[in-house]
């Protein structure tokens, strides 16, 4: 009797172990097929109706710029929270024209260490105190620097006697103690370091908003080439730019546009971010182009698309190009993978070259994104950035007031 009895108690044990086994994999696919549906973020215009999705209901009511959401089974069981943002319809003008900067970065970068000659012994002051390539000089003796002059002549001024340096490495601050030492060769003492106070450069306009001047280009922030972390900067302006020619990208060179700066500034950057550089013209660029309206992520397929640029100092033209993937919808750049099509800019550029980042990418009529970088083993091909990315880092008022 107790052994009958306790198979009974065991079919029914392992009937629950079987049950409970199922039901996790029947969560676990509900779970997967739910976000597979649904990332993590959407994007939809003000007033848009979001659709629920075969046996999935998405529950996000439009009461800010952004809100969370829920994603839910039958519209019971919890699978995922996701963002929704909220944008309006607006319009910008998409770019394409070249346009010079420079901005001034805070404090010095360290772009080199070298050692020279003092007393007849070869030294490196800096390099022996500790200090690296890519290292942000903030202060020296307690004093904030903006100009490589100022470091100079504390350097100049030092009789030998030790500098405390304040130094930004890694998003870390670190104090390191440099001694300079007199130079034989040049007759004054010398660190052993050599620095930069700005960054100069072309790139493209992505878009502009003819109402208050506001723009966005390169699709992706000035970086400090000793870290690849994005500079801070204190100020910076926009220039015109005389295009002089091409060199023509291949296969472990990217190639580059060359021009000059015109003029006076015309504008001014006012924020650099991973998403691209931002600011205010003081005079509009002259273009054609009307126009568009932004196109959301969701909305952006692979296939054929355009990209607006100036490559041969005939203005800005339209070349064709193709969404091969989209990369990423959560990812703050690199979002898609693009290859120039367009005979004419391939025979021109041979791809994509440096200078291009910003070039808007237009599909469908709607201003969709930028061009960010190019893959250094085919320059047929590159990176693009959505727009969207691109007005969320600018915090342009393209969203729904809260």
Excluded at 235 to 249: A, I, T
Excluded at 302 to 318: F, P, W
Excluded at 361 to 388: C, M, S, W
């Amino acid at each position: 009797m107790k052994k009958t009895k306790r198979s009974f108690i065991n079919r029914i044990l392992w009937r629950i172990g079987i049950a409970s086994v199922g039901l996790c994999s029947f969560l676990a696919v509900v779970c997967g097929l739910g976000d597979y549906l649904y990332p993590d973020s959407l994007s939809c215009y003000c007033g848009t109706q979001l659709s629920s999705k075969a046996l999935f209901d998405l529950d996000a009511r439009e009461s800010s710029s952004c809100v969370e959401g829920q994603v839910r089974f039958l519209g019971a069981i919890p699978i995922k929270n996701v963002k929704v943002r909220y944008y309006e319809k607006n319009s910008l003008v998409p770019g394409g024209m070249s346009f010079g900067l420079k901005v001034e970065t805070k404090g010095l970068t360290v772009t080199s260490l070298d050692g020279f000659y003092s007393g007849g012994k070869q030294v490196f002051p800096a390099k022996d105190a500790g200090i690296l390539q890519g290292d942000q000089i903030i202060s020296v003796n307690g004093m904030e620097l903006s100009d490589n002059t100022q470091l100079v002549k504390m350097v100049e001024k030092s009789n030998g006697e030790k500098l405390e340096l304040l130094v930004e490495r890694g998003g870390e601050r670190l104090s390191f103690e440099l001694r300079p030492f007199f130079c034989d060769s040049e007759k004054k003492y010398r660190a052993g370091l050599w620095v930069k106070d700005s960054a100069a450069g072309i790139g493209t306009v992505t878009y502009f908003d003819p109402v208050d001047g506001s723009f966005g280009g390169l699709g992706h922030g000035i970086t400090d080439k000793g870290t690849g972390e994005v500079s801070e900067i204190l100020s910076g302006k926009v220039y015109s730019v005389r295009l002089e020619g091409v060199v023509k990208g291949k296969q472990g060179d990217p190639g580059e546009l060359r021009g000059s700066f015109v003029g006076a500034p015309v504008g001014i950057i006012e924020k650099n971010t991973a998403s691209g550089v931002f600011g205010k013209y003081s005079r509009l660029p002259k273009t054609e182009a009307e126009a568009v309206e932004i196109g959301l992520k969701d909305e952006v397929n692979t296939g054929e698309a355009r990209i607006l640029c100036a490559v041969d100092g005939e203005g800005v033209k339209s070349y064709e190009v193709m969404i091969e993937k989209i990369i990423s919808k959560d990812t703050p750049t690199k979002n898609l993978l693009i290859r120039v099509t367009d005979p004419e800019l391939l025979s021109l550029t041979g791809g994509i070259v440096q200078g291009m980042s910003g070039s808007p990418i237009i599909q469908n009529g709607k201003l969709v994104g930028a061009v960010t970088h190019v893959l250094v083993n085919d320059p047929t091909r590159g990176y693009g950035i959505f727009i969207e990315n691109m007005l969320d880092a600018a915090e342009m008022p393209m969203a729904k007031a809260s």
